[in-house]
């Protein structure tokens, strides 16, 4: 067999074994969406009084909490500084009897209508939301609050 015969079925045998191969790659797994629960807790908050509402997050991830309304005899109060309703707002650690609040920057003691206090967890954990009169109130106050969490 001549080289350039040789040559030609070398090239040739090449061509057909590289046109059964495909160029798609397995994609890369991503990673999933992180799983998110919404919870709503609401109630009525008396003179000096305080409410608080256990939740557990499942993993790690951040932990909000917002105050979505807030209602006296006046009716609802403004969303934003304009209103004039103020509460207490923290995010705790659930022992089954009481929320641990230990970190001040996941307390606000001048919460309104759109207040949001952020925090994260690294692990599943129990958790708590606390609204409480911190001395801002002159009557009693209807809230509602949504904690979002793993």
Known sequence: MTRLK?????ALALCAALSGCSTDFPVTP???TPVTITEEFTGTLTLNGAATFPFTATTSGQVTATVMSLEDSNGPAPI???GAIRIGLALGLWNGTVCGVTVPTLFNVNA???TVVTGAVTSAAPLCVLV????????SVAFDIQIVHP
Do not use: C, H, I, N
Request: aromatic letters at 10%; hydrophobic letters at 35%.
């Open 112 to 114: 309104f209508v759109s």
């Open 30 to 32: 991503t990673d999933p």
């Open 132 to 139: 409480s009169d911190v001395g801002k109130l002159s009557e």
């Open 80 to 82: 934003g500084l304009d």
């Open 6 to 10: 040789y040559r030609a079925l070398v």
